[in-house]
Every structure is written in structure tokens, then in C-alpha cells.
């Protein structure tokens, strides 16, 4: 049996993105730029989309601005909101410790120019407060950045409120929603985001597009330089196959919320008791509060590289965490924001369900997750000394 539960790290692109994407590569090839006939078509397609996906958002078409993805618009919205804040003296930052390393190696760079960042501790449950961030902002806070589900542990963030009290006190609010959209409702009125990114390749859509919604208010600073694509705002000839594709995997997402929903909620639930009957492991993250696929365990006495591999000769694709940081060796930073110790933090596992997903395959992989935990504590000194009593155990039996 293969099975792939990776789905935050990337999506299989949808038969309907796929169809979408083929007419500009074949006919609608046209540089959106050009002033002769097939350009001009690729224009009003371009710009079709860009209406398209805004509506999606609740927002004006004139605020969308596509971008290669989740990362770079990251970037840009951060940059931006701190070069306004910078002009009116206001050099400070709020983020959280759990953030993924588009906005936090962002957020050190700016730290190096001399702005001051505040990074807000995550709660044992990975949810952070709108209390924390009214307690957190200044009279020369710029920016607020805060993911709205995150991308290890899938807990989903209380974002309207949190904007509520960014908007009261006049402070920019940025979200990461790239493990939102397409998993939860968004609507960037509703929830009082002021910039929010998204990437394709997590619903189903093209990897190497995503797109950065600024509100018409935000004037946006440029990271990339060339040509006056994206109303100047963002260089480079548009990737008009994969905005179309991206445009229609996400109204298809955004039109099959509520089934998704409905269908994996009982999957993840039911993956989540298999696997919490496991000895000494514990779930990462509220049990409510998350999006409807994603479930991270942390399992002592075992290391996360050895489970996949493992797992991986038992068919099974899945993660110790970010895809972004799987060649290092330090321990999850989301995992030990909400307090896991380094030796609990190294034994994680990731999976991410879709909708493709079924009860035979989450049957099969309580059971192969079970058996590789079993397989390698047998194998393990560090598992004897915490059986013998010469180590304590993190977590109740």
C-alpha cells in the first residue's frame, strides 16, 4: 500500500489546475505585457484571475498581486510594512517564536537594520492570544505577523481577533495563511487582515506561484526590480499558466470547504486516538483548534529521521515537520516554542491528510506507526535508560 500524507508540505495538482494551466502554454502563450492581439488576451486573462481570486478573498482585484509563492509575498508584506512604519519613526515588530522561516529569517534580517522584534511565546496548545498582542504592541509598533494555522503542528490562530486589536490600536496585521486557504474559511474583511499570503501548491494548484493580498492603503516596496509588472509592484513576466491553474484550484478548494471538512475530521480524529494509545506519546497541539488534516505526534525514546525512513519502506510518505527545513538536525523550532524538550522534539511525525485520504489507509498507518515506534525503542539505549528509571519520562505512560 502506497500512501501519501504529506499534504503540508505539498499537494498533488488537481486534474482541473492541470486542464486550467494547458491553453497558455498552447494558444494563450502571449506576453501579458505586449500590445499586440495574443498578449492583450493573455492580459484580460491575467486580470480575469487576479478579479477571480480576489473575490475568493472578499477583497478588491486591485489588491492582488501574484508572486512564485507563500515565501516571497512573506517577504514583500514585511519589508513594506516596515519601511511605512520606518518613515514614521515606528520600528517595531510583533511576530510569534512559531512563525515559519520566510517571516522569521525575514524578521532577523530587519532586526540587523535596526528594528526591534518581539517575538511572542506560544501557549503548550500552539495558539497564541489576542490578549499577547494587545499586551505587545507600542506607540512605534509597524507590524503585526502572525500565521493563521501553522505549518507543523496545524493549530489554527484566533486571526479576527487578533486583527480586531491591530486595527483598534492603528497597526498593520500580516498573516501567513499558506496552511489556511483551501483548509479553513478566510476572509480577509472578517478576520481584519490588512496582508495576507498564500501558495498554490497547498491546494492542489501549481507549485512556484502564490499571491500577496495588501490592502489598497499599504504602499508596497519592491524586492524584486525590472519591469513594471504587477502595477511596478513586482518584476517579472507573469506565470500566466500557473495563476490560471493556481486561480482554479483555489475556487475549487474555497467551493469544497465545507465536504472536505466533513470528511476529514473523522479521520483525524480517528488517527489521532490510534496513535495517542501509543506509549508515552503525546499530540502536539489543541485538539480542536487545527486544521482538518493535520495531526504531529511526538513519540520518546525514538529519532524522527529513523520513523520515516521506516515508515517510508511501509509505503507511507510523511514528515518530522516544515518540508522548508528537513536537512537540518536541529530539533523543530515549532516544538520546542510550545515547550517540548530537544529529546521529545527529535522524535516527531507530521501527517497531513487530503482528500483523497481513507479509513483503510489511517487503519494501516496506526498500525505501521505503531509497529516502527515499537521497533525502534527495542533498539534503543536511550529508550532502556527511560524504562530502567535512569531517565525520567517526559510524558505519562
Known sequence: MKIYADNAATTKMSRDAIDAMIPYMEEIYGNPSSLYEIGQIAKES????RARVAKVLNCEPREIYFTSGGSEADNQAIISAAKIGERKGKKHIISTKFEHHAVLHTLNKLEKE???????????????????????????????????ANNEIGTVQPIEEIGKVCREKNVFFHTDAVQAIGHVPVDVQKDNIDMLSLSAHKFHGPKGVGVLYAKKNIFLSNIIEGGAQERGKRAGTENLPGIMGMTVALEKAVANLDNYTVKLLPLRDKLIAGLDKISYSELNGDRDARVPGTVNFCFEGIEG??????????????????????????PSHVLLAIGRPHEVAHGSLRLSLGEDTTEEEIDYIIKSVSEVVDYLRNMSPFWRDLVNGKRPHVFAE
Open 305 to 330: 529521521e529513523s520513523l520515516l525512513l521506516l515508515l517510508d519502506d511501509k509505503g507511507i510518505s510523511a514528515s518530522s515537520g516544515s518540508a522548508c527545513t528537513s536537512g537540518s538536525l536541529d
Open 114 to 148: 535596526g528594528f526591534e522584534i518581539t517575538l511572542l511565546d506560544v501557549h503548550s496548545n500552539g495558539v497564541v492570544t489576542a490578549k499577547q498582542v494587545e499586551d505587545a504592541i507600542r506607540e512605534d509598533t509597524a507590524l503585526v505577523t502572525i500565521m493563521y
Open 46 to 49: 491575467l486580470e480575469n484571475a
